[in-house]
Nanobody, 126 residues
């Protein structure tokens, strides 16, 4: 497992942008697939994006607006969010999956990720 710490959340107006960061500990960061999830008030946690040796994948709600990337030299994964909407308001979590090659029916599930950060709040206002 790795330890994960998110940062970069905050309050932003609709249409604005934020960049979330997730710093990981450990020398094996590059071997992990990394994901971003979010949980809005009263809702279940949902998949947002993933980066792995297979490439990047996004939830439909994130396609065209969010970009996931990583810097293995810095042990950090990022989520760039543009054109933010009110419905993007949520706590955002990063997570690490020790298995890079998974079908989409699996990598969108929380259970395949064995390490989680504490979350960072993103609030989008009108």
């Amino acid at each position: 497992q790795v330890q994960l710490v998110e940062s970069g959340g905050g309050l932003v107006q609709a249409g604005g942008s934020l960049r979330l960061s997730c710093a990981a500990s450990g020398r094996t960061f590059s071997s992990y697939a990394m994901g971003w999830f979010r949980q809005a008030p009263g809702k279940e946690r949902e998949f947002v994006a993933r980066i792995s040796w297979s490439g990047t994948s996004y939830a439909d709600s994130a396609k065209g607006r969010f970009t996931i990337s990583r810097d293995n030299a810095k042990n950090t994964v990022y989520l760039n969010m543009n054109n933010l909407k009110l419905e993007d308001t949520a706590v955002y979590y990063c997570a690490a999956d020790p298995t890079n090659y998974r079908a989409s029916s699996y990598y969108t599930r929380e259970g395949v990720y064995d390490s989680w950060g504490q979350g960072t709040q993103v609030t989008v206002s009108s």
